[in-house]
């Protein structure tokens, strides 16, 4: 029998984290890491980071919406990142690093736009997460698939993607696979 997936497509900062995050939750799929939102085809991770394409670093999740909804994706989204900082995510900086919601249709549009409303009831600063339609996702190389789960002692994992996974673990315990 044959799943109705959908997909939801977010920027957050590092793929790394959010690829970590995402492929420990409960009716989550797939979790690939890629770009979109830029002006160039087939960006390498090297043009990406140059800051030049327009592209953000982004996940494409796909998973089973009769086990979790858009809406729940979204706010997990809004608490393993910093939505209020533009253009970065800890140390790392630049427009590859936006805050993003690329919708796939007008149902995830609106999805969006409340669920960032509702969010900004947690924060003091203003939400600068931009929500924007998917135009085209391009998968990151292979070396950057399943990061964490292929790379967990390197130092960037350690300091920046565990901490965000045992976040995800601790505040969405019922959520967790």
């Known amino acids: 029998m044959s799943k109705n997936y959908e997909k939801a497509t977010l920027g957050g900062g590092c793929f790394w984290c959010l690829e970590a995050v995402f492929e420990n939750v409960k009716g989550v799929e797939d979790v690939v890491s890629g770009y979109a939102g ?7 991770y090297e043009a990406v ?3 030049t394409t327009g592209h ?3 996940v494409q999740i796909t998973y089973d919406p009769t086990i979790i909804s858009f809406k729940d994706i979204l706010e997990i989204f809004w608490k393993i990142h910093d939505p209020t900082t533009l253009n970065r995510q800890g140390a790392d900086v630049g427009t590859q690093y936006r805050s993003v919601i690329f919708y796939h249709d007008e ?5 969006a736009k409340e669920s960032k409303a509702e969010a900004q ?3 003091t600063s203003p939400i600068v997460t931009e929500i924007s339609p998917l135009q085209t996702f391009w998968k990151a190389e292979d070396y950057h698939q399943d990061y964490f789960k292929n790379n967990p002692n390197q130092g960037y994992c350690q300091v920046v993607v565990a901490p965000k996974v ?7 315990k019922e959520l967790v696979k």
């Not at 149902?107 to 999805?111: G, L, W, Y």
Request: proline share 4%.
């Open 166 to 172: 045992e976040k995800f673990q601790k505040t969405f």
């Open 107 to 111: 149902k995830q549009k609106e999805i």
């Open 121 to 123: 009831k947690n924060f």
């Open 38 to 44: 830029g002006h160039i085809n087939n960006p390498t």
């Open 56 to 58: 953000a670093e982004v």
């Open 49 to 51: 980071c140059s800051g």
